[in-house]
């Protein structure tokens, strides 16, 4: 499976923005699906996953009440929504997929889309 991330631009504090992963061949039911991001200088942060089969959601505390993640099974294509968009939310935003939670979690993931940039300026 290759994923492919969408939708970073540039977007004013307390604008909104969707990215979008679209995936390549079959996604199982048992698959975990998330986001991370990379600021310039930091390590790599995980934001939100969730579980492709049931759709149960998890976010990292520096997003929960603004991010939204979801997926659409028929467009093999999973979302972020955001909302209230910090500048410290600017960073290259990453899809992932692994079939264990821990490991998308913990940025260990099998599989990363290429980036998407996300910069949050007025």
């Known amino acids: 499976v290759q994923l492919q991330a969408s939708g970073g631009g540039l977007v004013q504090p307390g604008g909104s923005l969707r990215l979008s992963c679209a995936a390549s061949?079959?996604?199982?039911?048992?698959?975990?699906m998330g986001w991370s991001r990379q600021a310039p200088g930091k390590e790599r942060e995980w934001v939100a996953a969730?579980?492709?089969?049931?759709?149960?959601?998890y976010y990292a505390e520096s997003v929960k009440g603004r991010f939204t993640i979801s997926r659409d099974k028929a467009e093999n294509t999973v979302y972020l929504q955001m909302l209230s968009l910090k500048p410290e939310d600017t960073a290259i935003y990453y899809c992932?997929?692994?079939?264990?939670?821990?490991?998308?979690?913990?940025?260990?993931?099998?599989?990363w889309g290429q980036g998407t940039l996300v910069t949050v300026s007025s």
């Open positions: 061949g079959r996604i199982f039911s048992s698959a975990v």
């Open positions: 992932t997929k692994d079939s264990d939670w821990a490991k998308v979690v913990t940025n260990k993931a099998d599989t």
């Open positions: 969730i579980r492709w089969g049931v759709g149960n959601t």
